[in-house]
C-alpha cells in the first residue's frame, strides 16, 4: 500500500449510516403502526362496551314503563297493560322509539329532527340535552299471536367510529306479570 493512502477501521462508511438509519426507521414505523391498531382497538372495545349499557339500559326503561302502566295507571293489571302496549305500538322494527330518560318516560318515535341520538351531560346519556354522545337508540316492540300477554322489546344501539359503522342489538321478553 502506498504512503498516501490509509485504511481507516474505525468509522462507518455513508453507506453503512443510511441502511443503519433506514432499518431503524422501518423498525420505529412498524412500532407506531402496532400502537396505532392497538389504540384503535382499544377505542372500539370501550365503545361497544357503553353501547352495550346503552342497549341494556334501554330494555330497562321499557320494562319500568310496563311496570308503571300495570301497577299505576289502572284498576286492572289487563287495562294497564293493554295501555303499555298501545303507548309502545307505534314503535317497531321501521320506526324505532325513543323516550325521555326523566319519569314519566314520554315514548316517541324516532325521526326528523329528533333521530333518537343520545346526548352526555355529567355522565349521563339522554335525549334531553348536552353534548352528542356519537350513540343513537332506538327500541321498538314487537307481539305475538298466541299469547296476548307477552311482547318482544329490542334496544338498538348505533354508533360510528372511523370510517365504520356498528350496532348492538339487545332484546328481551316481557310479560304482564299482574293477573
Given at each position: 500500500?502506498?504512503?498516501?493512502?490509509?485504511?481507516?477501521?474505525?468509522?462507518?462508511?455513508?453507506?453503512?449510516?443510511?441502511?443503519?438509519?433506514?432499518?431503524?426507521?422501518?423498525?420505529?414505523?412498524?412500532?407506531?403502526?402496532?400502537?396505532?391498531?392497538g389504540i384503535s382497538s382499544t377505542i372500539y372495545a370501550r365503545q361497544?362496551?357503553?353501547?352495550?349499557?346503552?342497549?341494556?339500559?334501554?330494555?330497562?326503561?321499557?320494562?319500568?314503563?310496563?311496570?308503571?302502566?300495570?301497577?299505576?295507571y289502572d284498576d286492572t293489571s289487563q287495562e294497564g297493560w293493554d295501555?303499555?302496549?298501545?303507548?309502545?305500538?307505534?314503535?317497531?322494527?321501521?320506526?324505532?322509539?325513543?323516550?325521555?330518560?326523566?319519569?314519566?318516560?314520554?315514548?316517541?318515535?324516532?325521526?326528523?329532527?329528533?333521530?333518537?341520538?343520545?346526548?352526555?351531560?355529567?355522565?349521563?346519556?339522554?335525549?334531553?340535552?348536552?353534548?352528542?354522545?356519537?350513540?343513537?337508540?332506538?327500541?321498538?316492540?314487537?307481539?305475538?299471536?298466541?299469547?296476548?300477554?307477552?311482547?318482544?322489546?329490542?334496544?338498538?344501539?348505533?354508533?360510528?367510529?372511523?370510517?365504520?359503522?356498528?350496532?348492538?342489538?339487545?332484546?328481551?321478553?316481557?310479560?304482564?306479570?299482574?293477573?
Amino acid at each position: 500500500m502506498s504512503k498516501y493512502f490509509k485504511q481507516k477501521n474505525g468509522g462507518f462508511t455513508l453507506i453503512e449510516t443510511l441502511v443503519a438509519v433506514s432499518i431503524f426507521t422501518v423498525s420505529i414505523l412498524g412500532l407506531f403502526a402496532v400502537l396505532t391498531e392497538g389504540i384503535s382497538s382499544t377505542i372500539y372495545a370501550r365503545q361497544k362496551i357503553i353501547a352495550s349499557y346503552l342497549a341494556q339500559e334501554g330494555i330497562e326503561y321499557v320494562r319500568n314503563i310496563r311496570d308503571t302502566y300495570v301497577l299505576y295507571y289502572d284498576d286492572t293489571s289487563q287495562e294497564g297493560w293493554d295501555r303499555f302496549k298501545v303507548v309502545m305500538n307505534p314503535c317497531n322494527a321501521t320506526n324505532g322509539c325513543g323516550f325521555d330518560t326523566v319519569f314519566p318516560h314520554d315514548v316517541f318515535v324516532c325521526g326528523g329532527s329528533n333521530n333518537c341520538r343520545l346526548s352526555i351531560s355529567d355522565g349521563s346519556y339522554s335525549t334531553n340535552s348536552g353534548d352528542d354522545s356519537g350513540f343513537i337508540r332506538q327500541v321498538w316492540m314487537t307481539t305475538t299471536e298466541s299469547n296476548l300477554n307477552e311482547v318482544r322489546i329490542f334496544s338498538k344501539v348505533e354508533w360510528t367510529q372511523g370510517s365504520g359503522s356498528y350496532n348492538i342489538t339487545f332484546s328481551e321478553n316481557l310479560f304482564n306479570w299482574v293477573e
